[in-house]
């Protein structure tokens, strides 16, 4: 069975702005509440707030919509600083190998930053950094005798 696929739309702060802005103007010239809400197709507590704030200090004082979702918890500052680290292999800091896991790289941004991420939401920090995952290019030579085939 298929599954559909969700994709979220972005949201479109340009388009909220302007309602917003018509919402203030329809306001000015009398129109009602449920007058605006229907000629812009958005729902009355949305229309309710925007008037309340709109009474209480005109178009200025109905303020845009801001950032979509949770502030990122690592500034550009500290990512800029973590991708140098990282850059500098993980042997640098301390690892056996220079090869760079997860929860290495959960460890590195603790001990650099003092915030600490589940090693599962490491892997989106690594995305915004544009690494990308990497996997060796050969097969070990050695391997066991059962694996190769032999009794």
């Known amino acids: 069975m298929n599954t559909p696929t969700v994709t979220r739309t972005r949201r479109d702060f340009r388009a909220m702005d302007r309602r917003r802005t018509r919402a203030a103007r329809l306001f000015k010239v009398g129109h009602t509440q449920a007058e605006v809400a229907r000629r812009l197709g958005v729902s ?3 229309v309710s707030r925007w008037y309340q704030q709109y009474r209480h200090g005109g178009a200025a004082a109905m303020p845009g919509a801001s950032r ?9 500052r500290q990512l800029n600083r973590l991708d140098a680290a990282l850059r500098k292999g993980a042997q640098t800091h301390g690892f056996g190998t220079d090869r760079w896991t997860l929860p290495r790289v959960a460890q590195v941004i603790e001990r650099l930053t003092g915030v600490t991420y589940h090693p599962g939401h490491v892997g989106r ?27």
């Not at 979509?68 to 550009?76: F, H, V």
């Not at 920090?125 to 009794?151: E, F, H, M, Y």
């Open 44 to 46: 009355r507590q949305s």
């Open 68 to 76: 979509a979702g949770r502030k990122p918890r690592l500034d550009r």
């Open 125 to 151: 920090i690594l995305r915004d950094l544009n690494w990308t995952r990497q996997r060796p290019a050969k097969r070990a030579r050695v391997r066991s005798r059962r694996c190769a085939g032999r009794p």
